[in-house]
């Protein structure tokens, strides 16, 4: 399919993502819908007679030439959502974006990625909260998402740079400049451990409207949404609110009655909008994340660990000779231990990482 082509669909007049989505499936491929006669564009659903009449085709090449140009010039990757390199998560929103310009060298299809939001006027607690999420979240071969803006979007970026973890900034016009500009050298480091992207081409001013348009794209790439610090308004709960229209998971960190830039949190979590996070712990056990890093401490299942009771020994040999997660039921008939007893010694072990509680009062090895 034509380069050219597929940078030209984002210059027609009146024609969105859902639009040129439709366009492109209905003629097969973005060069066809360029060469369609008018007859055929009417019958494409959705489109109607001044849509049609408006669609400025020879302009919106010659606005893609120029384009291409830059993008060779920059070394700009250009992901079509055909394409295989497109971000699977994100293909999946109704309204996701029909093209996207990629700079750097992240994976937007990586094992697990966390949007991290919240607000510009981050407190030491906001940034606080990010340095340790970030450092939790390190060993789940992990990619962190924002925005690139003031406060805990910037702060999520910097922690990331910090601990060599693989982060992503979304932004809210092309990649020939950056709003805000202090945060250009960022952007630039990010570049070697993560990258930009952006649904905008070059020559796109961070106009207002553009942020909430860029925010559909934090809360579509990721698993889940991470709100640290918000006020009741602002973008942070607006992507929170988009999260939520796209089935994905959404978390927040609670703060004090009467913060300001907790009170959005606050309101996520009463609201059922947000499940309460107080570690990453909490984070990879709802989205059932196994540890990829490669200092996890193992227990194998051929020794058990040195400091065990007597009877958590027991607890521990009954579990490593089960493939499937023994209930609490289960477990006492076959330890001989009172349920008291049992209780106080998987909650022991639980507390030291040796074993895991799952949902139905069950438990396995970790």
């Known amino acids: ?164 973890v693989p982060t992503l900034g979304v932004l809210g016009h092309g990649l020939d400049r950056m709003y805000p500009s202090q945060h250009r050298l960022i952007a630039e480091k990010m570049l070697n451990n993560g990258g930009l992207l952006t ?46 229209s796209y089935n994905r998971d959404v978390f927040a960190f609670p703060g004090r009655i009467g913060d300001e830039y907790s009170e959005g949190c606050n309101f996520l979590i009463r609201n059922n909008k947000a499940a309460l996070l107080t570690c990453a712990a909490d984070l990879a056990y709802i989205l059932g994340w196994e540890i990829t890093d490669s200092s996890k401490p193992v227990v194998e299942q051929f020794m058990l660990p040195i400091d065990l009771t007597a009877e958590e020994r027991i607890i521990f040999d009954i579990l490593q000779h089960h493939k499937a997660p023994i209930a609490i039921d289960d477990l006492t008939i076959k330890s001989s231990l009172t349920i008291s007893q049992l209780a106080m010694n998987l909650l022991n072990m639980e507390l030291r990482g040796y074993i895991r509680s799952l949902p139905g009062k069950t438990y396995c090895i970790s």
């Open 1 to 164: 399919m034509s380069l050219l082509h597929r940078v030209g669909l984002t210059f027609l007049k009146n024609i969105g993502p859902a639009l040129a989505k439709s366009l492109v499936s209905y003629f097969g491929d973005a060069e066809h819908v360029f060469t369609a006669s008018r007859s055929k564009l009417l019958k494409v659903p959705g489109i109607g007679e001044k849509t049609v009449s408006q669609l400025n085709f020879d302009e919106a090449l010659k606005k893609a030439a120029e384009e291409i140009k830059y993008i060779e010039k920059n070394k700009i990757d250009v992901v079509f959502y055909t394409d295989n390199t497109y971000p699977k998560r994100l293909k999946n929103c109704n309204d996701s974006p029909v093209l996207l310009f990629s700079k750097g060298n992240a994976n937007l299809n990586s094992q697990h990625i966390i949007s991290i939001v919240g607000t510009r006027n981050a407190t030491e607690y906001g940034k606080q909260l990010c340095r340790q999420l970030i450092e939790e979240l390190k060993q789940y071969n992990i990619l962190i998402v924002s925005g690139l803006a003031l406060g805990i979007d910037v702060a999520a970026h910097k922690e990331s740079l910090k601990l060599d």
């Open 199 to 244: 649904e905008y081409p070059s020559g796109t001013i961070p106009d207002r409207e553009n942020f909430p348009q860029r925010n559909r794209i934090v809360a579509g790439i990721a698993d889940a949404i991470i709100v640290v610090e918000a006020s009741v308004k602002g973008g942070a709960l607006i992507t929170a609110e988009i999260a939520n």
